[in-house]
């Protein structure tokens, strides 16, 4: 009756031979975490009171199984008898209730939780979902998390994040040193995580919201291309913030403030990342419906979770001067003062 269960290891990633149980005697403050399935000696200290010893006595223990509401654990008492040749050994298997006492919250793990309720929960990537290729099949239908000065993390229901360096991330790098929080389960109110410190004695369960984007208008969209003029089956001619330029099918644009066409790849991997959050249009054909012409594309908003299908309508066939290169081969008559 003097010892009381007072938690369990409940991490989900450490194996049943890694878990251990917080017990506590009931006149100590002190707590001791004990292993599943190991002996365990006991001490009895003024004929009253129990400890718990590293060398050999009469009486010891050994936790069985242990859940989150009880644990069954065998007790041992080794004593001679006159009657008896040798020790005689008697046992006992007793069931405890956890105890009510809860264990207090470090403000460690309550500042690690500000920080993962500080990120945007975002709806799958719109774009990895119509136009990713193979190497996006990982990561097309699963849900973001989007902190300041990262990549988003793909999650869904059981992943498992990592506190490490400051930063929450889905790279476990090896190592249960560091503070956990899975995924329990999403819906339309948020993504439901539990937190979990070092030791796994202790956890708090949050619900993040999902983020409200701004929406795009795509009245704007008709306002992209100044002064259109079909080129081509395959572009188009037009002023683009004062400077001419030819728009291809397949081109992305991006807009911040100003429209601009992505050129580089560092540009790419930024807007891929959501490094630059900015509103997207893919140019995806050139249509042509006798005189009518429009440029087809999709315009996504900055944070890829709602997507629209566009008709920028252009002008007709623009005059195109065609470029004549000079043949250096050819023999012509000087023309001038010999």
């Known amino acids: 009756h003097q010892i009381i269960y007072c938690a369990t290891n409940s991490r989900p990633d450490f194996s049943e031979d890694e878990k251990e149980i917080l017990m506590q005697f009931r006149d100590s403050r002190k707590t001791v975490p004990l292993q599943l399935n ?41 004593f001679s008898h006159p009657d008896i040749a040798g020790p005689y050994l008697r046992k006992k298997r007793i069931s405890l ?74 790279k476990s790098r090896g190592l249960k040193k560091h503070k956990l929080a899975r995924v329990e389960s999403v819906d339309q109110l948020g993504v439901h995580l539990t937190l979990w410190d070092e030791k796994g004695f202790t956890s708090i369960k949050r619900t993040l919201p999902f983020f409200e984007g701004k929406d795009h208008s795509l ?6 291309f ?15 913030n004062g400077k001419n330029q030819i728009i291809k099918i397949g081109d992305w644009l991006w807009k911040k ?17 959501l490094e630059e959050m900015c509103d ?14 429009y440029v087809i594309g999709l315009l996504f908003d900055e944070m890829r979770e709602h997507v629209s299908q566009v008709r920028i309508p252009i002008k007709q066939q623009c005059r195109v001067t065609p470029i004549v290169k000079k043949d250096h081969n ?6 001038g003062r010999k």
Not at 42 to 47: G, P, S, V, Y
Not at 265 to 272: G, P, V
Not at 330 to 335: A, D, G, L, M
């Open 280 to 293: 997207l249009l893919v140019i995806n054909a050139i249509e042509q419906k006798g005189k009518d012409s």
């Open 38 to 78: 190991k002996k365990i000696n006991l001490a009895l200290i003024d004929e009253s009171e129990l400890q718990f010893v590293d060398c050999d006595t009469p009486y010891s223990l050994e936790i069985l199984n242990a859940t989150s509401d009880t644990l069954e654990m065998e007790v041992s008492f080794s």
């Open 226 to 240: 100044e002064n259109a003029r079909l080129r081509g089956k395959s572009s188009i001619l037009c002023r683009l």
């Open 330 to 335: 050819k023999e012509t008559k000087y023309r």
């Open 219 to 224: 009245k704007e969209c008709n306002a992209i």
């Open 97 to 170: 209730e956890k105890s009510s006492i809860e264990l207090p919250i470090s403000s460690e793990l309550l500042s690690c939780s500000s920080i993962l309720e500080n990120g945007k929960v975002l709806l799958p990537d719109q774009l990895f979902l119509i136009q990713g290729g193979d190497a996006y099949n990982e990561v097309k239908d699963k849900y973001r998390i989007k902190f300041d000065n990262q990549p988003p993390i793909y999650i869904n229901e059981g992943a498992f994040l990592y506190f490490i360096d400051g930063q929450w991330t889905d």
């Open 257 to 273: 403030k100003l429209w601009k066409v992505v050129y580089d790849y560092k540009r790419l991997n930024q807007i891929l990342d």
